[in-house]
């Protein structure tokens, strides 16, 4: 009798491990901020933004708040256990800028933070199979200022 052999059933991972990896690099990111001089605020802070096009709410998610000198930093965690087709600041697209600066947005006005300075760093994690977890942090990452609607101020002709 022949084997019979499988690429989905070799290619497919149990569906928690890219939660498991996700949390593993949060823990590794915060531990690693920590370490540099931050202080941490919260973790997965959690918040409705708004609605979407078709009309459903959405909410916003920041991984982890925390403070670096007399900055308020939203810190987005960026986990991956190879980063042989893509970076993992590639997943840091515009979207999830925008909904992390819509989230920022509210976490501010909720707890009166309008005038403290602040912003949006991004730590990437990456989990080599062999050996420890390479970490790097990108600070100002990107700004509120480019998600800021802009007004018109001339004629249209």
């Known amino acids: 009798m022949s084997k019979i052999l499988s690429i989905s059933a070799v290619a497919l991972r149990p569906a ?3 939660g498991e990896t996700g949390s593993r690099g ?10 540099n001089g931050y202080r941490l605020v919260v973790a997965n802070f959690k918040v409705p933004i708004g609605r979407n096009t078709r009309g459903v709410a ?5 991984d982890i ?3 670096d000198e007399d900055k308020l930093c939203f810190v987005e965690v960026k ?3 190879s980063d042989e ?7 840091v697209n515009l979207r999830k800028q925008r909904q992390i600066t ?3 947005r509210v976490y ?3 707890f009166s933070l309008r005038e403290m300075q602040y912003r949006f760093d991004v730590v990437t994690v990456l989990l080599a199979p062999t050996g420890l977890p390479k970490i790097d942090l990108i600070k100002s990452f990107w700004s509120e200022s480019k998600f800021r609607k802009r007004a018109w101020t001339g004629d249209i002709y």
């Open 26 to 35: 949060e823990r590794l990111a915060a531990e690693y901020l920590e370490a």
């Open 85 to 91: 087709f893509a970076s993992p600041l590639a997943a």
């Open 102 to 104: 819509r989230t920022a």
């Open 108 to 110: 501010r006005r909720i």
């Open 58 to 62: 959405v909410t916003g998610e920041i």
């Open 16 to 18: 928690n491990v890219r």
């Open 65 to 67: 708040i925390a403070i």
């Open 79 to 81: 986990t991956k256990t």
